[in-house]
């Protein structure tokens, strides 16, 4: 600030009301109705794992940033996104040191070493459940019945039953209705099972534009297409796309985990074929994988792919800008001017030139 | 006699840093793999190092000799040559620790005949020094990679299998903890951590390491 | 169809400022020329005289800066179909083009009239331009303006950019603001030469914000002061909303004819400053089509070859994707030095070649 008290800014100075604290709000208020309805299926233990969950994350963030020797942002919640992410993945069965491992892993492993928000190479939530999914899968996947008041603290001793993934696996056709899983009312994930809310959730994100329509649409239109043209279960086409969709985290990762602004593509088209691939690949895990539900592998394998999606799209429409996508006709008696093919060029030595920013 | 003792100083102090400000793990970037994917436990670092030692060793005295006798073609196979007949006496020499320690290790250790001291580092820098330079070299840098096996085993066992040399320790295990990519993160925290002590201590990266560093405190 | 079109679409916030008239800050800093012509009534002028009229008083359009002489002249030369009246304001809070228009059409209509004459146009093809998109239900703009037509502007920001083109395009019109017409028809009926302009001053800092019309090289802070100051402004920027400078000195700097408004913000968006999440929505934003995240990150880091493969040269510099940042990053300013400075680059590598 100078003498007469002001600040210099750079043009426009008209900006839009959202910011990255709302866009995270906005996450975390769609998530607290999977909470309740969380709670109201399995008792409070639900909500403590969430809080849980968040409070580890929020913590390591604190000393990963103390660890950079930056001063932590208050307004960025990511991280407690992430924290409360991860509990949704699990059943409401598992033991707290489970969800903080998970926790540790995704803010540590993933979000910190590779630069803290906006930096992260993979959906920090989702490596972080892959890792307690590989140590501990029997605590993982095993899921609770529901409408029973869990014990809140130490060991607990549910009654579980079978969820529908763990029957489509099997080759078995789950033991119930449609309109039980839409409703909740199954074994499954916390936050995974009750498909209404989370498609109110979904609804909720898409009218504030903090996710995007065209992954999670491409996704679930080839996971249906797929579900329809080989269905995992002997029963009709119609009902495997039901039961697919519905259960496991499918419909969860696509709304909250799939839609990731730093890990998927920005481009419009990319992100049409990357939520296209990954449902593919999510089906192709489905068929041939070992576990349950194999979508928080799938997720990272593709994040890995995202940046391509973009590097394609940016190639056609370069060619569509320059006009090279069809080759020109040469003027009769004209030249014929050399084709103006633009290979991407190696990474060469990085010169800096004098912007004029940083005012 | 003050010159010598001057350039014997300097060396001594080049071959501590070795051992952890220039580790050839972790600041070197050599041998990575063998490590990384083959030290999942206490005995399997102790076996990796062992070998390392016995492998590298005779290669880095022999260098000079052989780059001598040898034109600059051949150089590499002699090396590798030179190693894989040692590969026998470590073998010997690690077949105690453990009955299963082969197996576990798989192929790792058998790899190790051919890491990148033997292939690239002869090659480039033990060919124009001296014995006594050698050995000092060969002996710190088995010294650093044993200290980062053992670190990176011990922890990998201790919380993904719960053990510690074979002996039970703790109750609760996170088995992923023994999986290749578990391995590369500690390695990279570890980095991070040398490097940090290295800055903390003022200490300048050993010159074939420093990748340009030498200027930053 | 403007769906499909990409940009942004802004809230206008052009309320109270248009609905209130324009208002002169020092009416006794007018100036009179000589008029050869004052005897004459402005409708039965000659398009000699027009012309005469326009260089004796000075005039310049305030939508390019030129003369307005000049730009008669040049537009008899070629010739042209249509006079059309630049009353596009596509930038939030700024009105001084749209309030002329809407408060004195009778004055554009006649100014039109003696332009129209002036170039030997088709006085039925005259039209008045403005900005208005579907949202903005607030502004109500007629279809006639005392009996012109007006051509009417949908879609998203930045549509003045769009228009022009447009008119380009069509290369038989011409086009001037409305401030230079109203300048017009004062010197053609009273004699009276140029020596304001037309500013917009509004902003959450200023107590009454309105237009007025402020003689040219009057100081920032007085412009400021006769609205009146409800809180000390973090922020104070001189031109349009979107494409304005920050001021760090409201006594030094001074108003000019192509200043198009003077905004004071009680908070300034630096103080939010965050980091790039990734999120795309400038990519989204971007009128070009162009990959603003990416481009901003090559402008960070110097990669010229990789600026250059993104098509940096397409951009407009009309800030879109700095608007709709949820970091507030201040991606438009880097991409647009960028592309400057490349282009500035490549120039001197071609001056030095053609020098050997």
Redesign the interface.
Known sequence: M?E?????????????S???F??MTDMIVAMAPLYLIAWFYYGPRALLLGLTGAATAWVLDLLGALACGRRM?L??L?AVVTGLLIPLLMPASIPY?VVV?ACVVAIL?VKF?FG???NNLFNPAAVGFA??A???PELVFSYPAPMQELAVAGEVAAKTIVSPAHSLMRGAIPSLDLFDMILGNTAGPMGATNILVILACGLYLLVRRTI?WRTPLSFLLVVGMMAMAWPRSPFGTFDSVGWELCSGMLLFGAVFMMTE???S????FAKLLYGATSGAVVMLFRYFGGFEDGFVFALILMNVFAPLF?RVC?NI??QI?HGTLLPKKPAPGAENPPKER?K??K??L????????G? | MKKMNAAAASLMKDSFRKILFSNPVLVGGMVVGEIIIGATSLQNAVALSVTFAIVTIPVLLLAPLIAYFVPKTWRILCYALVSMSMLFTAQAAVAPISPTIFDSLGIYLPLLALNTVVVAYSRLISEEKGVVFNLLDGICFSLGFLIVAVLIGGLRELFGSGTLWGYEILQ??????K?PFSGF?IA??LA?AVEGLRILFHAKPYEHFSGGKEDQK | MSFFVPGIV?EQ?KEPMLSRDMVMMKPDSLRTFQNPFEEILPQELRPEEITEIARLADIIDESDGRSLYEELIEADKRGVDAVIADAIDD???ISSQLNIALHEPEKIALALELCAKAVHADLSKTHVAVYRHVLDITIRIPKKLAGVDVMHFGGRYPAETRAYDKFRREKNTLTVGTGALLHLVRAAEHGIAQTSCFVTVAGDAVANPRNVEAPVGTPVSEILKYCGLAA??????V????????????EEEKVGVMTRGV?A?RE?????G????????C??ACPE?L?A??LRRF????????LE???VD?CIGC??C???????L?I???IF??K???AA?KALAEKGGAAE
């Not at chain 3, 000390?232 to 920027?237: L, Q, R």
């Open positions: 100078n007469h008290g002001l600040i210099l800014q750079n043009a426009p100075h008209v900006r839009t959202e910011s990255l709302t866009v942002d307004r960025d990511s040191y491992t492993a070493p803290g928000t906006g890792f307690t590989i140590c501990w995007g602004p730093v890990t593509p920005k481009r419009d973009d940016e429409l370069h800008r633009k991407l060029p990474p060469g990085k010169k800096k030139t004098e912007t004029e920013v005012v | 609760r295990k996170a088995s992923a903890l999986l993160l990279g925290f991070a | 802004l916030r930038e939030p809070y000390d402004p973090e922020a104070v920027i031109g349009g909303s979107m494409t304005g400078r920050s001021i760090s000195d409201p905004l913000f300034s968006y630096k103080s939010l965050y980091i790039c999440i990734g999120c795309g929505r990519d989204h089509g990959s995240s990416q402008a960070e880091f110097g990669r010229r070859d990789l493969l993104y098509d397409r800030g879109s700095s608007y709709v940042c949820p970091s507030k201040d438009g300013t880097a030095a960028a400057r400075s490349l680059e």
